[in-house]
Structures are given as C-alpha cells and as structure tokens.
C-alpha cells in the first residue's frame, strides 16, 4: 500500500516511515566512514607505488599506478617485523599464562569459598586496574632495572600483567559465581576431592570465562604502548606496536607505506581478537548486572 | 571409661575438628588469593609507594637523591610547559568526553533493533576501538600530513575549505586533531556499553511511553535517560581515568608540540623523567594526576558495588 502511494507521488515523496529508514541509513553510513576510513588508508598506503603516494596531482583515495608490494618486501625483508611479532607473541603467551596462574585461584577463591571479606578483597584488586600505567612507569623502570630485566621482552611480561590479573580476577569471580554450588557438591558427594571438583567441574563450565580472561591478556599485552617505550629500546626486542612506530621512522623520513602495512598486518588480528571479547569486558565493568 | 564421658566428649572432637577444618579451608583459600595478591602489591603497590618517594626527592637516573620535601610539586607549577600540560589535559578530557557521550548514544540508538547487516556493522563500528592505539595513531598521523593529508584533499575536493590547515604544526588544529583521535576511539566502547543498557529496557515500557502520548524527546528524558545513565556513568568514570593518564595519542600524533601546546600531564611526566632522567620531578607531575584518579576510582567503585548488590 504505502509503496503504491509513494509511486503515485512521485519517486521523491516518501512516506514516514521510510523518511526515517533513509535519514538513518545516511547516519549509519556516516558514522561507518569516519570509522573505518582510517583502515582503508592504512591499506591503500600500503599498497601504493611511492610515485602515486607522493604525486600532490592524483587522487589519494584510488590506485593511479598499479598496486605494489614493495612496501611489504621491506617490512619483512629488510625490517625486524617478523622478530616485533615474534615478541609480541611470546610476551602475549607468557602473559596469558601468568595471568591465568593467578586470577583463576584467587578468582575461585574469592568467588566460592565464602572468605570472610572475599568481597572486599575482590574490589581491592580490581580497583588495581583503575591504577593507570602513568602512574607507575617511572618507578617500574627502576624496579625492572633492578630485576636486571631492562631492555629484553621478559620486563613486559612481569609488568604487563599487572594491568590483566586485577581484570581477569574481577571478570573469573562473576564467572565462578555462576557455576550452580550444587553441581560442584555433587561431585564432592560423590567422593571428588575438591580439587577434583575444580578441575574436572567447575573449570570446564567456566571455559568460557577462562577463555575470556586469556583472550583479555593476550589483547592487553598487545595493546600496551607505554610500558614498551619505557622498558624496550633495542630494536630486536621490541614488539610490534612499538617496533612499527618507531623503526619504520628514520630521522624525519616516515616511510608511510611501510608504516601503514605493518599497522595492518599487527593491528587487524588483535582488533578482530578484541572484537569477541567485547560483550565479556562490557559486562565486567558494568558490574554484569545486564544479561 | 566411663561412658557418660565419651559421649560427653565427643562432640568436642568434631567441633575442634570442624573449626581446625574451617580455618585450614579459610587459609587454603586465601593462600589461593596469595599469588594475585603479591602480584598486584609487588608491581603496584610498590611502584605507587616508590613513586610517592620518588616524587618527594630529588632522584635522578644517575643518583639516588636526597628528600626534598614538597619541592618538585611547587617547582613545577612555576614551569610553564606544566601549566600547559594541564590545561591541555582538562581540555582534552572535557570536550572528548562531551563528544563521546553523544556520539556513542547517538550511535547505540542507530545500532538499536535488528537490521540486515547488523552483525558486519557492529564488528566495523569496533574497529577503532580494538585495534591497539598506537597503530591507529600513526594512520592518523598519515591523515594529518602536512603536505599529503587526505583529510585537507577531501575537504577541498567537496567544497568544504579552500586549503586545509597545517594540522599538527599549528595550534588548535594540533589539540582538535588529538581530541578526534580520542573521540574516534572512544566511541565504540561508549554505543557498545549504552546498547547493553538499552537492550535491557523491555520494549512494553517505551511502547507504554508512546501510547500515554509522549513525544520522543519526553520519551528520551522520562524513561530512557534515568535506565542508560547509571551505566552510561560507569563507562564515563572509565573513559575519563584512561583518557586523563592517556599519552600515546599524543606522543605519537604531536609529540606535543607544535612547541609543547600540545603537551599533557602523562606526557610531560614521560618528557621529565624518562627522556630527561629527572625521576622525581617526572613522578611528581604525574602524581598531580592522583587525587583527581583517587575520586574517579572510588566512584567507580561505588557504582560497581552498587550493581553488584553489595
């Protein structure tokens, strides 16, 4: 009916309904372009000719040559890029594995076993990660010197999880708070010792969460900037976010196509990454009352 | 034995037991909490207490200094690029925070309701927001270039300026530039949280709205606003203690410059005591941050307790 009465108005009379669709569909794709802009830049620079990057003639936004892969022969070739996502991989496992070490006991702990002041001890550690990376890196640089961890990638996997444990415990407790008390007794019932029941139990339903807190640590130690400007300075340590700002920069001679693809190629996988974790952390810091 | 005896003193047994029981089950417990726990007290805690220290002598890179008592606090308000940094800090949060408010509620209620394509928007909509920071700023700074911006061409090729400006060699452009990239960031975070809030209004409550003869903005005011703002306020309180320590913005985007116009408390305290060895005046900038981080967290706290039900 209503596409009836638009036809006999005419093409550009529409009706209320669909006024709104469009003025929507125009924010919607306003708000795509401002967002995503930055990504199609950082993949056309990466794939452009230096002769068409640099030509103030031609239209930024298309091939004028022929697409290239010079830049990322470069990156791989000739920079330490596979040694930056190397570290970064390293220091991504290693922190995951200190952060589950610790958060999955104190995070079960404070959740299950009715500790007088669990709460309380619970916020405390939490409110650790409102405690930025500003505040300490001047003293850390001191305590990393004298852990004689300067300047090698082991200094961000001590510190870095100091940002994941306080959130992964926060985000374990909500987790193992969930798990039925009775499923849990059940198996102690059934003669499990309580480790038994932890480990052959509670941790499997709570997969999900220990998922979360991995993928949380492993983002996060992707993420950090500060305290790898602050700890690393020889190329060959350093990782990736750090290595690409830095090193594909001579002097005052940025090399943007290099740039650009190694942003990519670090940034897309930790943002897809990040991408699954979202409703998790959302609800972590929101005190998970919304469901 | 006397039977009266034993009946009398078992009981006792299993008590003592249980209470032995309870106190060891306790004390395993929190032996469980003991990893995190050092964690957090050696590589937190300490460095704050090292800091606060620090921030009170005069302690280089190279020598272990003497206590000065409150002279770096007052020997830095008397230094310009400080008083800068400050205000540019306070600006930065102010207007960054206002445009991510809303922006990102603006943009949960375009996400609001299914619609094809929702799911592939969603994960473009986060993009800014997953990709680490520092990447995403050096794409920024490509944009800002001062001969090759794309953001200039593009303005000049709709009609929309006659010649960009210089944008991070000039001042304001420089500090609008940052608060764009913050904002850019932000707001992914900010529509995600407010989304989850809306998504919990029933929709009985706002059709009810709609028939009691409500106008949209009565609507927006009367029941949306008072369900979104407690959530909304926690993702704010979160936003503001990132956005106030935040450096890497501007550390890769201006360097802060053009001549430290750009420069921010976190930045500077990188500039005094890491670039410039001097650990105690660089810990006492940073430290200015403390009290306002102080409020900031335990009203976070507080609202987290609050829906936390404690």
Known sequence: MAAQVAVQRGPFHLTRSQRSTLVRALAMATYVLVMVFPFYWMFITAFKQNSDLYELKHNPLIFNDWPTLAHLEYLFGKTLFLTWMWNSLVIGVCVVAITLLAAVPAGYALARLNLPGAQQLGIAIFATYLIPPTLLFIPLTRVVHALGLANTIWSLVIVLPTISIPFGTWLLMGFFKNVSKEIEEAALVDGASRSQAVFRVVLPISKAGLAATGMFA????????LYPLVFTSSTNVKPVTLGVVTDLIRGDIFYWGELMAGALIAGLPVAILFNFL?????????GGALK | MDAGLVVAAQPRVALSTRVRRGTLRRLAGYLLVLPAGIYVLGLVGFPLALGLWYSLTNTTVASTGAFVGLQNFADVTRDVTFRLAVRNTVVIAVIS??????????????????????GILRTLFVLPWTIPIALSTIAYKWMFHSQYSVINWIGVHIGLIDKGPNWLGTMPAAIIAVIFV??????????????????????EIIEAARIDGASWWQRFQAVIVPIIAPILF???????????TELTVVYLLTGGGPVDQTQVMASYALQIGVQGGALGQGAAVALYLLPVLLILTIMSLRSI????GL
């Open chain 1, 218 to 225: 492993f983002a996060i130690s992707l993420q950090a900037f």
């Open chain 1, 278 to 286: 979202l409703n998790d952390f959302v609800e972590g810091i929101t």
């Open chain 2, 97 to 118: 925070t206002a445009a991510k408010i809303t922006l990102s509620v603006a943009l949960a209620f375009l996400m609001l309701g299914a619609f094809p394509g929702r």
């Open chain 2, 182 to 203: 913050s904002t850019w960031r932000a707001v992914p975070f900010g529509a995600i949280t407010v989304l989850a809030g809306l998504t919990a209004i029933p929709g």
């Open chain 2, 234 to 244: 926690i993702a704010l309180l979160f936003d503001l203690i990132f956005t106030l």
């Open chain 2, 305 to 308: 307790a609050k829906r936390e």
